[in-house]
């Protein structure tokens, strides 16, 4: 089959301003428990989303991280302070986030501004991750040229074993990010093409907008 012709006729739900929460936040909880349920023990992850971010000469950039915390404060991100969309936080703080959940036939858009989480959220969430895992966020200076696969093995190794019988600190670059969302959409696939889209506003006085947009 030629690319042209993929396509799917989207039919499974609907998305009216009568059915959906004032507060997106309280929305998106309920269509990311919705994708936790319609997994099903597919091997997709429901908090895996598009962090599209830009570098200082506005060339746009993006690559699929994980949620791991949300809430009205925003959406929070764990990584390595030292990679380039860290980086490229720092320089432009305002990122967009993006959902897919092709079996809900759902997407969600969030755009907002980043800031670090705390020392204490990014410890703590540290310290609950996988023996594994800390080991890696030590290993690798992520986004650095390495010269093989063999060189983060070894370090990883030399590692494991310094730490075998201690716990592991969080290195200092390594943290969290929080997406405070401004505008939050919600599109729901459709027939025909004629998809519903709701677009959520906070405005200056700390309420949000609802607007229905064209798809």
Not at 75 to 98: D, M, R, W
Not at 136 to 145: D, F, H, R, Y
Not at 146 to 171: C, G, H, M, V, W
Not at 186 to 214: C, M, T, V
Request: charged share 25%.
């Amino acid at each position: 089959m030629s690319i042209d012709a993929m396509r799917r006729n989207f039919d499974m739900g609907s998305l009216h301003e009568k059915d959906a929460s004032k507060n997106p936040i309280e929305q998106f909880r309920t269509w990311f428990n919705d994708a936790i349920a319609a997994n099903k023990g597919d091997w997709f992850e429901p908090n895996a989303m598009t962090l599209a971010t830009v570098d200082p000469s506005g060339m746009p950039d993006a690559r699929i991280v994980l949620l791991k915390s949300f809430d009205e404060r925003g959406f929070v991100f764990f990584t390595n302070y030292e990679s380039i969309k860290a980086k490229q936080l720092e320089e432009h703080p305002y990122a967009t986030l993006v959902f897919y959940w092709p079996n809900l036939e759902r997407q969600v858009r969030i755009t907002g501004k980043s800031t670090k989480t705390s020392d204490e959220v990014s410890s703590n969430y540290f310290a609950s991750r996988p023996h594994g895992s800390q080991l890696g966020a030590i290993v690798s200076n992520q986004s650095s040229v390495i010269p093989n696969r063999e060189f983060l093995e070894t370090k990883l190794k030399q590692l494991a074993e310094q730490y075998k019988d201690i716990s592991i600190p969080r290195p200092t670059d390594w943290g969290g990010y929080c997406i405070k969302a401004h505008t939050i959409e919600f599109w729901q696939g459709r027939p025909n093409r004629l998809h519903d889209r709701l677009q959520y506003i906070l405005e200056n006085n700390g309420k949000w907008s609802i607007q229905r947009l064209a798809p």
